[in-house]
């Protein structure tokens, strides 16, 4: 699925259990909200089974204080509906700023700097990767409860 407008574009794919999004130019609100609105509509199919997101956005330049907002709100419901990983390839500090304040407003308490990374290769590699150590941490957690 792909979004545009004047002042720039989002396109969505889902690979397996990764919802990889790719923003470029200037995102504002009405972007923000086509794309939550697709992001959630293709989550739905993973059943609050864990999932994995990656924002592939190396033309992104900034965001617009109201898109800010709606991802900061996005990011928080993200969580809820069993996103687990995350991975960021951005190429501007703006963006990994405002990344990072997005990610510390929605009251997740992480450093961003781990999940960057320069390809879609290695942010893929990431994202399963911690998606299968938080899966065996639950099914131990699970087993010592039994």
Known sequence: MKFINKYGQVSLQCEQNIIIADFSGNVNASLVSAFANSLLTQVAQFANKPWGYISNSQTLLAATPQAEQQLTLLTSAMVHK?????????????????????????????????????????????????????????????????
């Open 82 to 146: 069993g996103c687990i990983a995350s991975a960021y390839i951005f190429d501007s500090s703006i963006v990994i700023n405002q990344m990072q304040r997005i990610l510390d407003n929605a009251g997740l308490n992480m450093d961003i700097r781990p999940c960057l990374f320069n390809s879609l290769a290695q942010a893929k590699a990431f994202v399963n990767k911690t998606m299968t150590e938080k899966a065996m941490q639950l099914l131990c957690m699970q087993k010592s409860q039994a």
